[in-house]
């Protein structure tokens, strides 16, 4: 029973393309992220919603447009595709919480959603 | 912003070596830091956690280390194996007064890591 699933695996699309990645968590957590990483590995934020709220909107073209129905989904959708938004997109989860005075995070990650843009 | 650097960006050893990577960090608030391990084509994984309250935390092969005043912390493995070839990434999260900083990781810069049979 995957924790955090999204999809597609792999999206392959045209310039100028609108495209949408979905991302589902059965956690129970309260906080959830869109993460990219480049072809370097390196793994940066874009989003965070906690309880569906927007809580972190990192430097992020606007034609990316996170959203959140309920805590347990996180959905992104990208407008206006551009050859540089070719990157593997990571949903993530979390439960932010103190908890007898000690933060109780525990990331877990998606499977990675490989968005090719041609 | 917080921010974290990590070194070295790639590691090749010996099977049975020793294994060592380490992460810096700007924000004396930060107050967890987690290691992921992400093989090829797969997500990243929790491998260890420490928190500021803690020096070191060992699990079987690996173990991490804590120094807040020179705000470092490192991964050591030992007896290491080919399938501990991956790449690997510290993190940190600082919180503020109030305590919350709702997770936002800042991710080290990754060290891909190769044992060689």
């Known amino acids: 029973d995957t924790a955090v699933s999204q999809t597609p695996k792999y999206l392959v699309t045209q310039m100028g393309n609108d495209k949408s990645i979905k991302c589902e968590q059965n956690l129970g957590h309260d906080t959830m992220y869109w993460y990219k990483q480049d072809s370097k590995k390196f793994l940066k934020i874009m989003f965070s919603?906690?309880?569906?709220?927007?809580?972190i909107n990192e430097t992020v073209p606007n034609r990316f447009s996170p959203k959140s129905p309920d805590k347990a989904h996180l959905n992104l959708h990208i407008n206006s595709l551009e050859l540089g938004d070719s990157a593997v997109y990571f949903c993530?989860?979390?439960?932010?919480?103190?908890?007898?005075?000690?933060?109780?995070?525990?990331?877990?990650f998606g499977s990675g959603t490989r968005l090719t843009v041609v | 912003g917080e921010n974290v650097e990590q070194h070295p960006s790639t590691l090749s050893v010996q099977e049975g070596d020793s294994a060592v990577i380490k992460c810096t960090y700007s924000d004396s608030a930060s107050n967890y830091f987690p290691w992921y391990k992400q093989e090829l084509g797969k997500r990243p994984q929790l491998i260890i956690d420490i928190r500021s309250n803690v020096g070191e935390k060992k699990d079987q092969r690996i173990a991490v280390t804590l120094n807040k005043t020179a705000k470092h912390f490192s991964l050591h493995i030992t007896e290491t194996q080919p399938e501990d070839s991956a790449v690997y990434f510290c993190?940190?999260?600082?919180?503020?007064?109030?305590?919350?900083?709702?997770?936002?990781?800042?991710f080290g810069q990754g060290t891909i890591l190769t044992v060689h049979p």
């Open positions: 919603y906690n309880n569906k709220e927007l809580i």
């Open positions: 993530a989860s979390s439960q932010s919480s103190w908890t007898g005075g000690k933060m109780d995070y525990g990331y877990t």
């Open positions: 993190a940190a999260i600082p919180s503020n007064a109030g305590g919350t900083s709702y997770g936002k990781l800042t």
